[in-house]
């Protein structure tokens, strides 16, 4: 069973950063896709960027320019840097990997004040 272990969310002004990681272990298979959703209140669950095993990346078009998503192979860490927060930021971030399976963790809160 994958476990994945997220860390990095809080509380930060607009304009501000923060960096989200995620830690994959138990695998048993090479994991190819990790990435981040996200989710607003009310809203659905969206995602904000994914990374494949061989670094290509793909965005949201409202994170571009803004968040940049990269991953250690060897640590199997997922990492987000988000720079210039806006309030529209705001909700629950969860960690994907694709390996044999798809897995989910199990969510970290990232607040945007104005």
Do not use: H
């Amino acid at each position: 069973q994958v476990q994945l272990v997220e860390s990095g969310g809080g509380l930060v002004q607009a304009g501000g950063s923060l960096k989200l990681s995620c830690a994959a272990s138990g695998s048993r298979f090479s994991i190819s896709d990790m990435g981040w959703y996200r989710q607003a209140p009310g809203k659905q669950r969206e995602l904000v960027a994914l990374i494949t095993s061989g670094g290509g990346t793909n965005y949201a078009d409202s994170v571009k320019g803004r968040f940049a998503i990269s991953r250690d192979n060897v640590k199997n860490t997922v990492y987000l840097q988000m720079n210039s927060l806006k309030p529209e930021d705001t909700g629950i971030y969860y960690c994907y990997v694709r390996t044999w399976g798809n897995y989910w963790g199990q969510g970290t809160q990232v607040t945007v004040s104005s």
